[in-house]
């Protein structure tokens, strides 16, 4: 039962982060007078559709992000040609519905063959109906059917290439921005259940021991309290105990901790880790922390929104510096982590689910093809220059980039898949 549910709590924890993005694209779309599509959280097969006004809403088996599919990003509806034999069938004197394929199987319709046809700027129709030229004005919102599927038209000032620059940038910021904005919410929340830590702590108290690590075989014990090692006073100072023990790398070192009313003499020797420099104990510390009020969350969301985007782009210059596919992790890495998280409950996930969100809404603005950094760029080089770059070019650019993080995608969940499999 608890395998269940922390699966069910990672998948959602994923699931929130993704559809916030899309919806903050979405919903500035919408705004802005954009047809969106398809709201569509994950990527490949369908598991699951609902169309609701004029947007498909659907569920992919891929869950690697998900995307809000607007009129004119895409090659707009099949193009119509002067000669073919369509369907129309009117509702009010306006064109409703387009039939392209099993015309002789539709009923109450006008059969004919076209002479012009424009369903972006004059919304209109001319067909030669049984001899007989006829001009049918079509509904801003007319379906186009073929294959069996329906399509609705998007007429020039629906579609997403319409709008002005400032509208589009919107758009696609839309969605990191509330990505940022999950993110300070979660990290507010959390200061105020958890609290925050005392800035100059007066003892390190003992949080976490890893199995197998010296502290656990010297038999310290979550709660204890440092009091001195090597004689000297550590206080509340974490830093310079970390310092100790790394630098006491297999050397026997003198510990005494306080458990409860008992203060008692530890013997600790600190070993190396691999990829790590100095020696190791295996604890981490339990800071003491105070109560944060509703109003006094907000500056603390906003200090850990700074601290954790520092960190975050101190994690890019290191991977930049010394590249290693090693150091990538993939969905499969990232759902293994947040499991264990999630095991250690609802505060620490929380917490989890503000940096991952934050990461998500940092990384997805870098000027990378295919990322809304990269189409943020394009569109400062068209407000700069007065006219857009060529959709062409511009369009291969994207589909080279996401063709180079599908691959590097690819590459991360298989090195995940290797470690799992060798522990």
Do not use: C
């Not at 599927?149 to 007429?155: G, K, R, S, W």
């Not at 105990?241 to 006491?248: E, F, Q, T």
């Not at 870098?366 to 007065?386: Q, V, Y």
């Amino acid at each position: 039962m608890e395998t269940l549910q922390i699966v069910i709590l990672t998948v959602l924890m994923f699931f929130v982060i993704v559809t916030v993005h899309e919806w903050g694209h979405y919903y500035f779309a919408k705004r802005a007078g954009i047809l969106v599509r398809e709201f569509a959280i994950g990527f490949g097969p369908k598991l699951f559709s609902y169309k609701y006004q004029e947007t498909t809403f659907t569920l992919r088996l891929l869950p690697f992000g998900g995307y809000a599919r607007m009129a004119g990003e895409d090659p707009e509806l099949i193009e119509i040609q002067p000669g073919q034999t369509i369907a129309v069938k009117t509702a009010d004197g306006q064109v409703k519905t387009i039939y392209l394929d099993q015309l002789d199987n539709r009923k109450n319709v006008i059969r004919g063959e076209v002479i012009s046809i424009d369903l972006e700027r004059r919304l209109m129709v001319e067909l030669d109906v049984d001899g007989e030229q006829q001009k049918f004005p079509v509904h801003p919102a007319a379906m186009l059917v073929a294959r069996n599927q329906e399509t609705q038209i998007a007429p020039k000032d629906r579609q997403f290439n319409s709008k002005t620059v400032g509208q589009r940038a919107l758009a696609i910021f839309a969605g990191p921005f509330m990505n940022f904005l999950l993110a300070f919410i979660l990290f507010a929340i959390y200061a105020m259940a958890a609290g925050t830590p005392v800035e100059n702590p007066t003892y390190v108290k003992i949080g976490t021991i890893s199995e197998g690590m010296p502290a656990a075989e010297a038999d310290l014990q979550k709660g204890d309290i440092v009091e001195t090692i090597n004689g000297e006073t550590i206080g509340g100072d974490y830093t310079k105990m970390i310092n100790l023990i790394a630098d006491s790398q297999d050397k026997p070192m003198e510990w005494t901790v306080r458990r409860g009313d008992e203060v008692f003499d530890l013997t600790i020797t600190p070993r190396a880790m691999e990829g790590q420099v100095g020696g190791k104990v295996g604890i981490t510390a339990e800071f003491p922390r105070e109560e944060v009020g509703f109003v006094e969350s907000f500056a603390v969301a906003g200090k850990n929104m700074v601290t954790t985007t520092q960190n975050i782009f101190e994690g890019f210059r290191q991977l930049i510096a010394k590249f290693s596919i090693d150091d990538l992790g993939g969905p499969v890495r990232t759902f293994e982590v947040t499991g264990q998280i999630a095991k250690q409950g609802i505060l620490q996930l929380t917490q989890w689910t503000a940096i991952l969100s934050l990461y998500l809404g940092i990384f997805n603005l870098l000027p990378i093809p295919a990322l809304d950094g990269s189409r943020l760029i394009f569109l400062g080089i068209e407000g700069l220059r007065g006219k857009p770059i060529d959709p062409a070019r511009e369009g291969m650019v994207h589909f080279i980039g996401f063709a180079m993080l599908f691959i590097l995608m690819i590459a991360v969940t298989y090195n995940d898949i290797l470690r799992l499999i060798k522990g």
